[in-house]
């Protein structure tokens, strides 16, 4: 039964069209021929297109080596490598400056005639952001930049000018984050150099106050110094308790022995004081002054090391610095194209053409179900107290 509806509501439907098919062939030709000749009042837009190649950009590579050598494989893997490939020209590219300045370089304002508009400037980069596409070939790897204009030597002098804006910000860019980076290089550099100047220095001072020139050297020679010494003093107090039992205290040779005694002990003495040009430093006042001297030691080590780091790490980054105005690579300057890219006025047709046949369609058979069933519906509301 249900086959038996549908069957002839089917066939219903084929009555109704062919019984109106003079209706939807009007309808149908009448847009077609609308479409055609709206189509040809549309103004014709042509596609110029650059091809870009940017150079590769990595890390500095000495500093990975230094890194690799010093802090290990892991952390200095992080340093090197590519940096990156078109997200910062697709960044510029899309940049509001750089859109500003090519409305204002080809005076889109008038030609978009949108000075009368409430935000002329706004409007006109909006308008301009349909008619420019920026393209990443994943396959050839290079970028492409496309301009759609409806004069084609224009379109082509916005593709070439927009190249010419990318490597102005690019280099501007790039270089003032190299500079930067050399700056803040230079700047750790001087610390580093300040501060070991400022060891040396407090070492310079030290040796002038203490006298002591090579702390290592003369604590040996003092050392040696100390037990000679003592060695003669316990020699001479032999001697002249020799001497004293055999001759007596007011012989000539034991008065002589004693000051030869006297004599050394006053040196050993002296060298404990600090008297000596050995070590004239007392010996209370040794340990300290050995301290201060193996602190100044370390940090003279340690800045020395640090300031050989640097040194070519600074030379890197002044290297950098001049490296960094880089402009991107044309591969294929835009050249003013010869034949139109939109509108597709074929497609606008057949497109156009199909509307009309669908909605002339639709019309036949909703005003067919409409006289068939308005009585129905006007009972229906009258029955339910709708007016």
């Not at 150099?193 to 006298?211: A, F, K, P």
């Not at 004693?258 to 600090?274: K, M, P």
Request: proline share 3%; with cysteine.
């Amino acid at each position: 039964m249900t086959d038996l509806r549908t069957s002839e509501t089917f066939w219903l439907l084929i009555r109704t069209i062919l019984n109106r098919r003079w209706f939807v062939i009007g309808v149908t030709g009448c847009t077609a021929i609308a479409a055609v000749i709206i189509s040809l009042f549309l103004s014709n837009w042509y596609l110029a297109e650059t091809r870009l190649l940017v150079p590769g950009q990595t890390s500095t590579g000495l500093l990975s080596s230094l890194a690799s050598g010093r802090i290990g494989g892991g952390t200095a893997s992080l340093l090197g490598g590519l940096i990156s490939d078109y997200q910062q020209q697709l960044a510029i590219l899309n940049s509001r400056t750089i859109k500003e300045n090519v409305v204002q370089e080809f005076g889109l304002i008038e030609i978009y005639d949108l000075a009368d508009s409430d935000a002329p400037m706004q409007y006109t980069i909006e308008e301009l952001e349909g008619n420019i596409e920026f393209v990443v070939d994943n396959e050839y790897n290079y970028l492409s930049i496309r301009v759609y204009d409806q004069d084609p030597q224009r379109a082509a002098n916005m593709a070439n000018f927009f190249v010419t804006e990318l490597n102005r910000i690019g280099i501007e860019l790039s270089t003032e984050t190299a500079r930067s980076y050399r700056l803040a290089v230079e700047k750790r550099y001087q610390e580093i150099e300040d501060s070991l100047n400022t060891v040396l220095l407090s070492v310079r001072e030290l040796q002038q106050q203490t006298g002591i020139l090579d702390l290592p050297t003369q604590g040996a020679a003092f050392m040696e110094g100390l037990t000679e010494w003592r060695s003669q003093i316990f020699l001479a107090e032999l001697e002249f308790d020799k001497l004293l039992f055999l001759y007596g205290p007011n012989h000539s040779q034991t008065k002589a022995a004693q000051n030869a005694v006297e004599q050394a002990s006053q040196s050993y003495n002296r060298a404990l004081e600090g008297a000596e040009r050995l070590m004239p430093v007392a010996r209370e006042d040794l340990p300290e002054v050995a301290f201060r001297f193996a602190d100044l030691q370390v940090e003279s080590v340690i800045l020395t090391s640090l300031i050989e780091f640097a040194r070519p790490l600074l030379e890197e980054a002044r290297l950098s610095e001049e490296r960094a105005a880089k402009s991107v690579q044309v591969l294929d300057p835009a050249i003013p194209p010869t034949e139109k890219a939109r509108p597709w006025r074929a497609a606008i047709c057949v497109v156009s053409t199909l509307s009309g046949f669908m909605l002339s369609l639709l019309y036949v058979l909703a005003s067919a179900w409409w006289k068939q069933n308005h009585a129905l519906i006007a009972s229906k509301l009258s029955s339910s107290g709708v007016a």
